[in-house]
């Protein structure tokens, strides 16, 4: 789905010295250099539904207004950088371009910074994956299966929404996604270079390592895979797993948002793609009327979703 341009601009900088009038950010999936982070937290939520052809209830004339977190911080301007269908003087709403949303394209695959962007905590590459779960769904059939079902322009919320996280801190918001994958390393074993220092106990933000006579205890059921105790460990003790995915299904904002519900397991780099396609495949199968595909995911639940994907992809991680 093409992304479109927001332009963020300061009306008012209120008593922040930071920023002047008039002074503008494009703002385009990361802060930009020169904006603060929490000027970037306010600005980013509505930036992103502008960007994909959402509207929001307080936007006006094609633009949105938006404040600092402080009591006299700047004020904000929100628009497009090149509003569709003669947007450009707010004389025109949605019904004035009805073929938009689908020339914009009926999925977005979105992405974190990844190792590509620099992230310290990453743990994975996600460009290259994403194409091949871009193919994926071109594969499955979602285009001509929404065109079917929709009717009328495409809205927003119809779209499907897929995000990709290079470590467990998920900055893409996986977890409120049609479909979410959460890169994950996770220690296997300790070798005889311990020397049980422990500092893989102390950066376990999980409290997932615990030391017991001198050695790293690990509780599965707590770690999120982010790979710090490896990255921690002096003597290079700590034995590492591959880099595996989690798999998340059915989550959503809106009027009743719901977290998306986690599979029973870990798939390797090759599968993920494939596991997209394959889950797709499997919302589609079982939808019925408009209902969303968060509601279809619950109906068909973690277990038999991935008995549905364990039928087509093979060398999948426990």
């Avoid at 959402?54 to 509003?83: F, H, M, N, T, Y």
């Avoid at 073929?99 to 695959?109: A, I, K, L, R, Y």
């Avoid at 639940?301 to 991935?306: I, K, Q, S």
Wanted: hydrophobic share 35%; aromatic share 4%; proline share 6%.
């Amino acid at each position: 789905m093409k992304r479109r341009k927001i332009i963020a601009k300061v009306l008012d900088p209120g008593q922040c010295r930071h920023y002047r009038s008039g002074q503008e950010f494009v703002l385009s999936g990361f802060t930009p250099k020169g904006l603060c982070d929490s000027a970037y937290s306010v600005l980013s939520r509505d930036a992103q539904t502008l960007a994909y052809g959402g509207s929001l209830p307080w936007q006006k004339e094609g633009s949105v207004l938006a404040r600092c977190p402080d009591p006299v911080g700047a004020i904000w301007e929100l628009r497009l950088a090149d509003p569709p269908c003669g947007l450009q003087d707010g004389s025109a709403g949605a019904s004035a371009c009805p073929n938009q949303s689908w020339e914009d394209g009926t999925f977005v695959v979105e992405t974190c910074k990844g190792k590509e962007g620099g992230c310290p905590s990453a743990l994975a590459e996600l460009q290259t994956l994403k194409s091949e779960i871009e193919s994926a769904i071109e594969r499955s059939g979602w285009n001509e299966f929404l065109r079917k079902r929709a009717t009328g322009p495409l809205l927003p919320h119809q779209r499907l929404r897929v995000a990709l996280a290079a470590c467990p801190n998920a900055c893409s918001h996986p977890q409120i996604r049609d479909i979410g994958l959460i890169a994950s390393v996770r220690p296997m074993r300790v070798s005889k270079l311990c020397t049980g220092c422990g500092h893989c106990a102390e950066v376990c933000r999980e409290k997932a390592i615990v030391m017991a006579n001198d050695m790293p205890e690990f509780d599965g059921g707590r770690c999120l895979g982010c790979g710090k105790c490896g990255k921690a460990c002096p003597a290079g003790a700590l034995e590492m797993g591959d880099l595996r995915f989690r798999l998340l299904i059915g989550g959503r904002m809106g009027r009743r948002p719901c977290l998306a519900s986690e599979l029973p397991t870990l798939f390797s780099a090759t599968d993920a793609a494939h596991a997209v396609g394959r889950a797709l495949a499997e919302l589609m199968g079982n939808a019925q009327g408009d209902e969303s595909l968060s509601v279809v995911a619950a109906g068909i639940g973690a277990n038999r979703m991935m008995e549905a994907i364990q039928g087509c992809i093979g060398g999948m991680a426990k």
